[in-house]
């Protein structure tokens, strides 16, 4: 990697900034480990936070990396491609709609040339990360791209599938246009790396009747996808082999179960799930780096991290590929334990970290924010070291693996306010401080809230995340084993994303409203209360509201 020696000054994070207070104390850092964050802007979900205002913008950006570098961050992986559109001036991809609500619009300035003039500066690198197949991530109707998207100028690229829109993996001219589109950044930016994520063939893309997994379809949809990767590495190096590729696959490539040579794990497989070999990508150094996400916390039934991390450093072993490893601290069970997750790394193969994502550093989730300074701060030439303000663990429900086929209408993603609400709530009498928001008049509830507040009802039910399939699964009649998460209600408005998150009940699919706010996914009280069938009654008088759980909707 290009690696620069870092010399970080005092910085100040401002409290608008980070959701907790960090200690800012001056760290000289002198490492050569990669301490990356990824930058996600698809939904603006880490930046930006404002659109049609370059100044703001650029301001954020720059408070966002300070703050990191702050952390011991020395790289950043920023997403520039999120939806076939560009963070940067491109004669082949238009203008992302995140930078001004709408595909094809001049920003006002080149966001990545001035994201990279600012990493740079600070001495950090910058990776571009791009999305190679991702046309739509909720819809389908053409109309809404822009009058300059290659999938208007050639509809014969475009695989439909599970309401949206993808490039199908399997044409030549898709691989081209993928590469070309790799070369023009490479070409015209001063860009450390190319970086892919872990979507390829939608997830679970079905397979013709009569062919299986391992069939001649399945093995050629393989196929399509090393060839775009060998041909997109070729790409890079021949225009400048300074620059790196690296590819962030899903933390299970096989599972023991369906091949010797998997993890000892039981897990959603990549190379089944989305078509993703990349254990052939390592072998025949294609990439220069993997960083598998390995999202899930030391005890997880299905997916352990450590036997993960040792399996994936053996396979890069006798390679020149370097192994770094995607943390998921937006898991605030990986929050808790990322200290212990580092120091686990630094037994195997295993050269730096990615974390997901930069919002939960500098929101603090967990207390992962002071956690990584701490560590980073042991383990470099720093004379100081950060002692980090831990929190109780909080045990989270393992993910389980293949939900019914969906059955639901399409999704229509939009942005709302949602306002901070303190009204009365009670169980079957009993008074219960939840965290509240109110959108377009209607109360929304975390669903793990409602489930730690309905323990020991005859309406308990527990939540379990299906990460491949972005579901939750609502278990009835099954012991909740979480908390509240916070105790009282919030505090501050906030901004609602549509989740685009499935929902099963005891695994039936429903339709119901949801919206992501701050990375948790809320559901309308009613919708719950409607699918369990309780009662939620309304006082006037009090402006409080009661779950009676003896009573039906």
Do not use: C
């Amino acid at each position: 990697m290009k690696q620069w020696i870092r010399n970080i000054g005092t910085l100040t994070l401002t409290i608008s900034l980070m959701g907790a207070l960090i200690p800012t104390t001056a760290l000289a850092y002198d490492s050569t480990d990669f301490r990356g964050a990824w930058i996600s802007t698809v939904y603006s979900a880490d930046f930006p936070s404002t659109i049609n205002d370059a100044t703001a913008q650029k301001a954020e950006f720059t408070e966002k990396i300070d703050a990191l570098q702050d952390l011991g961050i020395n790289a950043v992986v920023v997403q520039v491609r999120p939806k076939s559109d560009a963070f940067y001036d491109s004669d082949i991809n238009p203008w992302s709609s995140v930078l001004t609500g709408e595909q094809g619009k001049y920003p006002g300035y080149d966001p990545m040339e001035y994201m990279i003039e600012e990493a740079h500066d600070r001495g950090m690198e910058f990776h571009a990360w791009l999305n190679p197949y991702r046309i739509t991530t909720s819809g389908t109707d053409l109309s809404t791209l822009s009058s300059d998207h290659p999938a208007l100028a050639h509809p014969e690229w475009i695989l439909t599938y599970n309401n949206a829109l993808y490039y199908d993996p399997s044409q030549k001219a898709v691989q081209e246009y993928i590469a070309e589109t790799v070369a023009e950044i490479v070409e015209n930016y001063d860009v450390d790396a190319i970086h892919f994520d872990d979507y390829f063939y939608p997830s679970n893309y079905p397979l013709p009747d009569g062919e299986d997994r391992d069939g001649s379809v399945a093995n050629q949809r393989r196929e399509d996808i090393n060839d775009m990767v060998e041909l997109v590495s070729k790409t890079i190096k021949s225009i400048d082999s300074s620059v790196e590729f690296g590819i962030s696959p899903m933390g299970v490539w096989k599972n023991s179960s369906s091949d010797s040579n998997g993890s000892d794990t039981r897990g959603s497989e990549g190379y089944y799930t989305v078509f993703a070999d990349a254990t052939t990508w390592i072998a025949n150094e294609w990439i220069d780096y993997i960083a598998p996400q390995i999202y899930w916390e030391q005890d997880n039934q299905y997916a352990p991290y450590e036997p993960l991390v040792s399996w994936w450093s053996d396979v890069v072993s006798g390679t020149d590929v370097t192994l770094y490893i995607g943390q998921g601290i937006y898991k605030d069970i990986v929050s808790q334990e990322i200290t212990e997750q580092m120091n686990i790394n630094e037994n195997y193969n295993v050269d730096g970290s990615i974390f997901f994502s930069s919002r939960d550093l500098l929101d603090n989730r967990e207390g992962v924010g002071t956690a990584v300074k701490a560590y980073y701060a042991s383990n470099t030439s720093s004379n100081t070291v950060v002692t980090p303000e831990v929190e109780t663990p909080q045990v989270e429900v393992p993910e389980i693996l293949t939900p019914e086929p969906e059955t639901t209408s399409p999704t229509i993603i939009e942005k709302k306010t949602a306002y901070a609400r303190s009204y009365p709530v009670s169980i079957n009498g009993s008074s219960v401080s939840f965290e509240t928001y109110n959108i377009n008049d209607y109360s929304y509830f975390k669903l793990r809230d409602i489930a730690s507040a309905l323990l020991g009802t005859n309406k308990q039910f527990t939540t379990i995340w299906d990460e491949a399939n972005t579901a939750i699964h609502l278990v009835t009649e099954q012991a909740y084993d979480g908390t509240l998460s916070v105790s009282g209600s919030s505090t501050t408005d906030s901004i609602a994303i549509t989740s685009t998150a499935k929902l099963y009940v005891d695994g039936i699919e429903k339709t119901v409203s949801a919206y992501t706010i701050n990375d948790y996914t809320y559901y309308k009280l009613r919708d719950i209360a409607q699918i369990l069938n309780f009662a939620v009654e309304w006082d006037e008088d009090t402006l409080s509201t009661n779950l009676n759980t003896n009573a039906t909707y």
